[in-house]
Structures are given as structure tokens and as C-alpha cells.
């Protein structure tokens, strides 16, 4: 949630191009050119409003620490795993997100996330 807050400086609940090209430089430290940040901005603009929002947003960044499986991911996953199975279900996921600040968004915005990370549809994020 401080991530998100703090990237989104107006609070309105959506990042324009300059708050998420400063999260992203603060993020990635710093290693992606302009161009290629502004393409993602547009891949995640899917409107085309010159904003995106919290949902786009969310999306994008666990898709992308997912295809880093990053150590802060898997700990988190680790913690919203709350049968120790080794994934996460969308019930855990739901929760998980709200938890994380979120709870603006509707069971059904965090859940469509959920089924685009679900690639093989099996109800379950694997995050071992």
C-alpha cells in the first residue's frame, strides 16, 4: 500500500505517466529507458485515458515480480498461504490484496488479476 500511495501523489486512485515513470525508476533501479517505460505505461493504459489504474496497476506489477519470482513475492505468498499448500487460491489472493491496501477495488477487479496470473487455470498460484 505505501508503494502504491506514495506513487500515486494526487491520491485519486490512478497513476498519470510522470507518477508511474518515478515508481518504476524507484523500483527497477533505474535501468529502463524512458521509451521503455513509457511503453509499458501504454500497454497498461488500456483506455487510453493517459492514466491507469489501481487494477492495471496491481496487475502489472505482481505479473511482474511473479516472472521475477522475487524473494519478497514468494514471502508474501508464503504468508497468504494460509493452508501451507504450497500456492495461493483466489479466496487467499482476495484477502491478500486487500490487506496489502487495496480495498478499493471490487472482489470482481482483484479476481479478474487473479485468473490472468492463473495461466494453467488450476484456481491456484504456485509460487514455490
Do not use: C
Amino acid at each position: 500500500a505505501m508503494e502504491r500511495d506514495a506513487a500515486d501523489l494526487d491520491q485519486d486512485g490512478r497513476l498519470d505517466f510522470t507518477e508511474f515513470s518515478r515508481m518504476i525508476r524507484d523500483r527497477e533501479d533505474g535501468d529502463m529507458t524512458d521509451e521503455q517505460i513509457k511503453k509499458r505505461f501504454d500497454e497498461l493504459d488500456k483506455d487510453g485515458s493517459g492514466r491507469i489504474d489501481m487494477a492495471e496497476y496491481l496487475h502489472f506489477a505482481l505479473r511482474d515480480a511473479l516472472a521475477r519470482s522475487s524473494e519478497r513475492v514468494v514471502d508474501l505468498f508464503r504468508k497468504w498461504d494460509d493452508d501451507s499448500s504450497g500456492t495461493v487460491d483466489k479466496k487467499e489472493f482476495i484477502r491478500a490484496i486487500r490487506s496489502l491496501g487495496f480495498a478499493d477495488m471490487s472482489e470482481d477487479e482483484v479476481g479478474s488479476v487473479f485468473d490472468s496470473l492463473d495461466d494453467d487455470r488450476s484456481g491456484k498460484l504456485e509460487y514455490k
